[in-house]
């Protein structure tokens, strides 16, 4: 199976800062990578897929980028709902694995 | 508008089996393959297995291969996930998703059931 690796597994972080998160593949993925947003008690929230192209509905702070083996997704300007947990989710493989996750909170 | 609705949470004893529906609205069912993802209590998303909608196909991870069953009833648009030899650590929130197209991003999610195993 395909292994993606997030960093970091946490982070603090203020309202306004700029954020990134990083995910790694343990095989190129090519520009198979998507984004996920978890807030708690809630079902996941698609934000990018296909490494950089933003869902519909979501703000345009957030941004992804990176192909093969190393991603990155970025949040300019952090806002108080972006407070949650994120996920990295491979689908270049029929067996599909998430990374194991970067929890954001408030510094 | 898409959407779908999961069957309520579920308490089961170690070794009994448990079965998940996940009823779609909103679009054509056959036409997305859905897929099936469990959260252990403060844990990451662990994804199970796929179900093509259309023809039925399934694929499961190694790691439930032997346990878990993906079927559907096209008639009632809805899609089961059945875990059997339940043990402590399956306890979870169980959630189906729908794939999109050859990029096969997860789009809509359910809201999740809670199983819970304990004797």
């Known amino acids: 199976d395909i292994q993606l690796t997030q960093s970091p597994s946490s982070l603090s972080a203020s309202v306004g800062d700029r954020v990134t998160i990083t995910c790694r593949a343990s095989?190129?993925?090519?520009?198979?990578l998507n984004w996920y947003q978890q807030s708690p008690g809630k079902a996941p929230k698609l934000l990018i897929y296909?490494?950089?192209h933003l869902q519909s509905g979501v703000p345009s702070r957030f941004s992804g980028s990176g192909s093969g083996t190393d991603f990155t997704l970025t949040i300019s300007g952090l806002q108080p709902e972006d407070f949650a947990s994120y996920y990295c989710q491979q689908s270049y493989s029929t067996l599909r694995t998430f990374g194991q996750g970067t929890k954001v909170e408030i510094k | 508008q898409v959407h779908f609705v999961q069957s309520g949470a579920e308490v089961k004893k170690p070794g009994a089996s448990v079965k998940v529906s996940c009823k779609a609205s909103g679009y054509t069912f056959t036409s997305h393959d859905i897929h099936w993802v469990r959260q252990a209590p403060g844990q990451s998303l662990e994804w199970m297995a796929w179900i093509n909608a259309g023809n039925g196909d399934t694929q499961s991870s190694k790691k439930f291969q032997s346990r878990v069953t993906i079927t559907r009833d096209t008639s009632a648009s809805t899609a089961y996930m059945e875990l059997d030899s339940l043990r402590s650590e399956d306890t979870a929130v169980y959630y189906c998703a729908r794939s999109v197209g050859a990029t096969q991003y997860f789009d809509f999610w359910g809201q999740g059931t809670l199983v819970t195993v304990s004797s």
């Open positions: 296909a490494a950089s």
């Open positions: 095989q190129s993925i090519s520009r198979s």
